[in-house]
């Protein structure tokens, strides 16, 4: 009993416990502007931002975080990873990326996400609070099943929103079930012509009722791929497809405008070549500034200024990986920094870049966010230098309003081992 009220005062005593959180001398990034807010308060009670003030008063009750004139950014958003799905890529029982099942595309991969992962520390020391997570290609070509939102809280539940979007993949390689990409985006236009017939056909209430989901005792994902295609055709989530080849990226821009759905191209090394028609469909795009060479015949137009094109052209554009390489779990967080730090090396604006990784992913996905503004949540990074470049580090990260632990696996094997001689 004593130790149980031990912990019980300790829990009411603690900083993430205080009812108001303020972070003072910020140079604080709201992501409404251009320029930070020098010498700024952040107020945060009950998970919000209540305000972000020049040299603003701080609540006698608040916890008090001094900046010390240093950055302050939303909490770093991820668009394309596999956290939470990967332990030990070599290890079998610690990979949960896609589905043997060929007769269902509805894979939902929330119900595999792990949030003991020493992968979910590391990359929340590197101040990434949210991130998006896809399923690797499925038996069912072209689908791969359904992402989701991963926060990086602490704790085993950092599950923050599933079913977000419809992932699939289209182009060559060894993950092709299909054999020619013709056949490819046959298989995916049929799946929308389909559906759309069938809610053509279907009356109001029958569709209101498909639209709540399965029957009681059928789990979600496994009433069929004809759901999930509708929920595109309707609106209500995008569909995102991983692809690199021009060729490919415009049939996907086609796509988008054929059908009047909300297109993601993920991976995208040829995006630049195809910039025009993306603006036009108002296609976004998830690409990895660290390309700059092909690792495969659709990807012959690498370059590092991917980014500049696309934004100038008008495309929105977001920091993620795809295709399961090391920066989509292990590094997902340094990753990312760096990636959108060359990207502005290669002409991207800074502001731009920023948005790539906070306000761009939340908006791509259709959830909304990633500012510093009173009743934004409260998810927020303390840093020691400029964010994008990889020798700064978060000094404090807040997720919900609340202070998240920055200490990952590496840091305690370096302590473990600092005196051994």
Request: a neutral charge; zero cysteines; charged letters at 20%.
């Amino acid at each position: 009993m004593k130790m149980l009220a031990s912990l019980i005062a300790l829990a009411i005593a603690s900083p993430a416990a205080a009812e108001t959180l303020a972070i003072t001398n910020a140079e604080a990034w709201t992501m409404e502007t251009d320029q930070p807010v020098r010498g700024a308060t952040i107020l945060i009670e009950a998970g919000r931002i209540v305000s972000v003030t020049a040299a603003g008063p701080v609540p006698a009750d608040a916890h008090v975080i001094d900046a010390g004139g240093k950055p302050v950014t939303p909490g770093l958003v991820n668009a394309a990873t596999q956290i939470g799905l990967v332990e030990v890529s070599g290890s079998p029982d610690t990979v949960d990326t896609s589905s043997t099942d060929e007769r269902n595309p509805g894979y939902d991969v929330s119900r595999a996400l792990n949030g003991n992962s020493t992968l979910v520390s590391l990359a929340r020391a590197d101040g990434i609070t949210r991130a998006l997570v896809y399923p690797s290609p499925s038996r069912h070509a072209p689908f791969s099943g359904e992402a989701a939102f991963a926060r990086l809280r602490d704790g085993v539940d950092i599950l923050d929103t599933s079913n977000v979007g419809v992932y699939a993949v289209v182009g060559g390689g060894a993950w092709d079930r299909l054999g020619s990409r013709a056949v490819q985006w046959t298989a995916l236009r049929k799946a929308l012509g389909d559906a759309k017939k069938a809610m053509e056909a279907s009356s109001p209430a029958e569709d209101k009722r498909k639209r709540k989901g399965p029957p009681p005792g059928v789990p979600a994902g496994r009433h069929g791929g004809e759901e999930l295609i509708r929920s595109v055709l309707r609106g209500d989530v995008p569909l995102a497809i991983q692809t690199h080849r021009e060729s490919d990226i415009r049939q996907g821009a086609a796509l988008a405008s054929e059908f009047g759905v909300k297109l993601i191209i993920v991976g995208g090394t040829d995006a630049w070549r195809a910039a025009d028609a993306l603006a036009a469909a108002k296609v976004a795009v998830i690409l990895d500034p660290h390309v700059n060479l092909p690792f495969n015949f659709d990807q012959l137009g690498a370059r590092q200024d991917n980014a500049a094109i696309l934004v100038k052209a008008g495309v929105r554009v977001a920091v993620g990986q795809a295709g399961g390489a090391i920066h989509a779990n292990y590094n997902a967080g340094m990753g990312l920094r760096e990636g959108a730090g060359i990207a502005v090396a290669n002409g991207l604006p800074y502001y731009e870049a920023l948005r790539a990784v906070t306000v761009n992913p939340l908006e791509i996905w259709g959830r909304g966010g990633g500012i510093l503004s009173p009743g934004a949540d409260a998810d927020l990074v303390v840093w020691d230098g400029d964010p994008l470049e990889p020798s700064s580090n978060a000094v404090k990260v807040i997720v919900e309003g609340r202070e998240a632990s920055t200490r990952s696996r590496q840091d305690m094997l370096a302590e473990r081992y600092r005196d051994i001689r």
